[in-house]
């Protein structure tokens, strides 16, 4: 399949987010395991991480706003809705069941990670339907 120069913008600045993830995350967690890190420097670690993470939100708006084939630009906004949703309804139902201590606390940086995980299930639910008329 040939892929539109948005796909490969998108595709690039996902690769390399995600690269800058992990060495923040990698260096956020020896920083805090060896208590190299205090103060507010501390926050400013803390919050690394989740940067190129935001950063990934941002190329996937950035790609709907570049892609010029209309179809491929509704296959993405229906997976990131699936992704909304899927998170979203896990996040609310959890928060429930913890707000009635049935259940234990979940970090809520796990919120991004359910909605990545809805970005499969969106990519899938779009496999089911290409081909349909859908």
Request: glycine share 10%.
């Given at each position: ?13 996902v ?18 395991k060896h ?12 919050i ?16 709907l ?6 179809y ?6 229906r ?14 139902v ?13 970090e809520?940086y ?7 995980g809805?970005?499969?299930l ?13």
């Amino acid at each position: 399949m040939i892929m539109s120069p948005a796909t490969r913008r998108y595709n690039k600045r996902v690769i390399i987010l995600s690269l800058i993830y992990s060495a923040f995350l990698i260096g956020a967690v020896y920083g805090f395991k060896h208590h190299l890190v205090s103060g507010v420097f501390a926050w400013i670690v803390a919050i690394l991480p989740a940067l190129p993470i935001i950063g990934i939100f941002a190329a996937i708006g950035l790609y709907l706003v570049e892609e010029q084939d209309e179809y491929v630009r509704m296959l993405m906004v229906r997976q990131t809705l699936w992704a909304s949703g899927f998170s979203l309804s896990i996040a609310t139902v959890w928060g429930f069941l913890e707000s009635f201590e049935l259940v234990s606390h979940v970090e809520v940086y796990w919120v991004s990670v359910l909605w990545f995980g809805g970005l499969g299930l969106g990519n899938f639910a779009n496999r089911l339907t290409i081909g349909r008329g859908r």
